[in-house]
């Protein structure tokens, strides 16, 4: 009805249509933004969170010292002068760095020299406080404090002066290299913080003292502090070995065995399931439906209790045998070589191969879509395992996973708030998905998809 | 037997092997081995003794077990329903044939991809007193004035419109894209303006009052902590279900829409009255995944750790867990087992039922 009154205007109406199509392209264009904003915001915040000298600020700040380029410039060079590392920073003999700070002092008051220290500070809360680290406090020596220029300012509609004061750090004589050069400056009741050739780290006392973690930071030192901290600060007391270091090494290993295990043995049961003469496959089928129901909560008192009798508790070897051959992959590879045509195998059989030379030599290259799926999915599967890696590993920190570290962390540090370094650990434990998401997202995305309808 | 039949029996077996050894020992076995302690009294350490049903006896008397059952159901019916509804009308916007949607589709999947661990580490921090879900909403009540002023604007400036176009005789529909494309852009100037002239402004930012994880108080009868959780977890969780439900939305025919665009219908009406009945198999297979996923729940309430009050958090598969390495008397094994297989009763009713119905790939 409503088409007969405008059918006429044929011309108007073509347009009208086509606007409405460009203008409902727009909005879902702007939707999908939105929605990518709501899904991918909470890490991009929690990231600049981690960035910070204390995440839990309020209100949040979006721009922050550490991610200016101006500062990362100079922590750059100043880890530079300090141990002739960049990146890291330092401070060893022979180090000498200038550093410049300037003071708002506010109309008809005399400017006063801040008073320079470099304290002893110890290497961090949580477990980390228990950790002795060099001290640049015994070797560093600060020149005398000089003035260096004034200008006129007015701040926050104060009249007033700004004035700058010089000093250089020095490392006269030998000594040990300490990792960092801790710096608090502190100027009289009047005047307030305005600038230093590196932004501090914390302003106390109304903008009186500032303070700095190390004034020779190098750029991951100042930038990525809370992430260098992760690797430094949390080490296993006996060996002052790294925790996090070994966490990785520790993931790694078990999802690698993990990815081994099954593309092995899965794709061997896949096989035998799929084409082999086998009585009872229906039974093994019935058998997996039900055990596949079964929630891990019910099993895994009994299988902690078999890894206690073989000795494997706090071993990643008793988790890498837990986690085992994965019933939904060999599913998966079953699937896969009911697939392939049969004429290839009679080939090869009928040549005198036996049955596991012609699945390793012919089969298996057949099926590499299939194999890297596999691979993809198990080790983001077992990377993210945190149940099984609990119930087995909890009693040995040495062998824990990155999972299991984040929780230990997340008991460690959260009583005193340092939640740097726990942002900044879940970021780093993320890096290896991520990347194995971005180069293999199709696995990922049509896994998903595929498998669930068919499942 | 033929010769050749029982050689490659032989060699079957040996493929098969080690995945039933696996199977049985740790599958098996293991949910034998529950079923037999939970009539027992084993302890980590002790050789068990039967003793009938009393541990499942126990569990009805026991508070903390009916309060972890109850926020189990709880949290299962909510977190499916909120997660399935959305996760469908997500999958019916981004159901287009537009350049650049697979990017798009890529994003959405990053929060299900990371570990549960990482994701909660992050949320917990999210949901402190001073976190960034308290700047957000103190931001948002702050510039309320501002945002209602641009919403009212927008849509005044799209009933005008509407009005307008009707009164011409052209059959607009309300949410006419193109038309709401120029009202946004009124709304927008007008709120510019307004604001600038200072007729209408943002009031101060208040201090957070509201500390999520460390709240005792409960709202529509479940803890605030839980509900923290169960924010978490549809978060993670609706990006799976989106594309589940993207993949099902691709059978369903594009001449369907055309012929009801014809006779009239608007996008809403075709989303109740088309998309909804075509992928009721799909929302069938996302419903039972998504109860599976959600009655199971452990990672979250485990990590949370002491961040909130464990009353306030504990589900079944906690509780199971608390029961065998966290309890005052410790290795309560036999009631941990009993506790599992209260969850694993239920998850059976649930797969039960999914095969009852008889949704199977066949049914699309």
New interface residues.
């Given amino acids: 009805m409503a088409t007969q009154t405008i059918s006429p205007k044929r011309t108007l109406d073509e347009r009208f249509l086509a606007r409405q199509r460009w203008a409902r392209a727009g909005w879902v264009y702007g939707t999908m933004l939105a929605l990518a904003v709501l899904f991918i915001g909470p890490f991009y915040v929690a990231f600049l969170g981690s960035l910070k000298d204390n995440p839990l600020e309020y209100p949040f700040r979006y721009t922050f010292p550490q991610i200016m380029p101006h500062n990362w410039a100079e922590a750059w060079r100043l880890g530079e002068l300090g141990a002739g590392n960049p990146w890291l920073g330092g401070f060893k003999p022979g180090a000498q760095v200038p550093f410049e700070v300037s003071y708002f002092v506010p109309e008809g008051t005399e400017p006063v020299s801040p008073s320079v220290t470099v304290p002893t500070r110890r290497a961090g809360a949580g477990i980390g406080a228990v950790l002795e680290e060099v001290q640049a406090s015994q070797y560093a020596k600060v020149s005398p404090v000089a003035e260096a220029g004034r200008s006129p300012a007015v701040l926050d509609g104060q009249q007033g002066q700004i004035v700058r004061y010089r000093f250089t750090i020095t490392y006269p004589g030998t000594g040990p290299t300490a990792p960092r050069l801790p710096l608090d400056v502190e100027a009289p009741l009047s005047q307030r913080f305005y600038s230093a050739t590196l932004d501090p780290n914390r302003l106390e006392r109304r903008g009186r003292v500032a303070s700095w973690d190390s004034a020779t930071p190098g750029f991951f030192g100042y930038t990525f502090r809370n992430y260098v901290r992760v690797f430094n600060e949390a080490r296993n007391p006996n060996t002052g070995q790294s925790l996090f270091l070994r966490w990785i090494f520790n993931s790694f290993v078990v999802s690698l065995s993990a990815v081994l295990i099954n593309l092995v043995f899965a794709s061997l049961a896949g096989y035998a399931l799929a084409r082999m003469y086998l009585p009872g496959k229906n039974l093994i089928f019935g058998a997996i439906i039900l055990l596949l129901a079964v929630p891990a909560q019910v099993t895994f008192i009994s299988n902690y209790l078999v890894l206690r009798d073989l000795n494997l508790l706090g071993m990643i070897w008793g988790l890498v045998i837990w986690i085992g051959i994965d019933m939904a992959r060999v599913f998966l590879m079953k699937q896969f070589f009911e697939n392939i045509p049969r004429e290839i195998e009679e080939a090869a059989l009928i040549d005198g191969a036996n049955p596991l030379v012609t699945f390793f030599r012919v089969i298996l290259p057949m099926a590499t879509p299939a194999l890297g799926a596999l691979t993809i999915l198990t080790f983001q599967g077992v990377w993210n395992e945190f149940f099984k890696a609990q119930v087995v590993l909890a009693a040995q920190q040495d062998s824990y996973t990155l999972p299991l570290g984040l929780s230990f962390f997340r008991n460690a540090y959260g009583q005193v708030g340092d939640w740097g370094l726990m942002l900044a650990s879940a970021f780093l434990s993320m890096i290896p998905v991520v990347i194995l998401f971005v180069v293999f997202q199709r696995y990922f995305v049509e896994g998903v998809s595929t498998s669930a309808l068919k499942g | 037997m033929r010769r050749a039949?029982r050689?490659?029996?032989l060699?079957?077996?040996?493929?098969?092997a080690?995945?039933?050894l696996?199977?049985l020992?740790?599958?098996?076995?293991?949910?034998a081995?529950?079923v037999y302690?939970s009539l027992t009294d084993k302890g980590l350490f002790n050789t068990p003794h039967f003793v009938g049903l009393r541990n499942y006896a126990y569990l009805i008397q026991d508070d903390r077990f009916l309060l972890a059952l109850q926020h189990s159901i709880a949290y299962t019916l909510v977190v499916t329903v909120i997660q399935t509804f959305l996760a469908l009308a997500?999958a019916a916007?981004?159901n287009?044939r537009?350049k650049?949607?697979t990017f798009?589709?890529?994003?959405?999947?990053?929060?299900s991809?990371?570990?549960?661990?990482?994701?909660t580490?992050?949320a917990?921090?999210?949901f402190?007193k001073?976190?960034?879900l308290?700047?957000l909403l103190?931001?948002v009540s702050a510039y309320a004035p501002i945002l209602l002023t641009l919403g009212g604007l927008f849509i005044l400036a799209q009933g005008v419109q509407v009005g307008w176009e009707r009164s011409r005789?052209?059959?607009v529909a309300p949410t006419?894209?193109?038309?709401?494309?120029v009202s946004l852009l009124v709304a927008l100037v007008l709120t510019w303006v307004l604001s600038a002239t200072g007729l209408v402004t943002a009031r101060p930012?208040t201090?957070?009052t509201l500390a999520w994880l460390s709240e005792t108080n409960s709202f529509l009868g479940i803890p605030i902590p839980l509900w923290a959780i169960m924010m978490l977890n549809i978060?993670t969780t609706i990006?799976?279900l989106m594309?589940?439900f993207?993949?099902?939305l691709q059978d369903v025919p594009k001449s369907i829409y055309e012929a009801a665009a014809i006779d009239?219908a608007n996008p809403i009406q075709q989303f109740f009255r088309i998309t909804v009945p075509m992928l009721r198999p799909?929302t069938f297979?996302v419903v039972t995944?998504s109860l599976?996923g959600t009655?199971?729940m452990?990672?979250q309430v485990?990590?949370m750790?002491?961040?909130a009050s464990l009353d306030s958090i504990i589900v079944?598969?906690y509780f199971?867990?608390n029961n065998?390495?966290n309890s005052n008397v410790p290795g309560n094994?036999g009631i941990?087992?009993a506790a599992?297989?209260v969850?694993?009763l239920l998850?059976?009713a649930i797969?039960g039922l999914q095969r009852l119905l008889g949704i199977s790939?066949k049914s699309y």
């Fill in positions: 039949q050689t490659e029996l060699y079957a077996l040996m493929f098969i080690p995945f039933l696996y199977l020992i740790f599958h098996g076995f293991a949910f081995r529950a302690f997500l916007v981004l287009q537009l650049g949607i798009f589709r890529t994003v959405y999947y990053v929060p991809i990371l570990s549960s661990a990482a994701v580490v992050i917990i921090w999210f402190q001073t976190g960034f308290n700047n103190a931001w005789g052209l059959p006419d894209p193109a038309l709401a494309t930012m201090e957070p978060f990006p799976t594309l589940i993207l993949a099902g009239g799909v297979l995944l599976i009655l199971q452990y990672d485990a990590l750790g002491n961040a079944l598969a199971v867990y065998v390495f094994v941990a087992s599992a297989l969850l694993a998850t059976f797969v790939e």
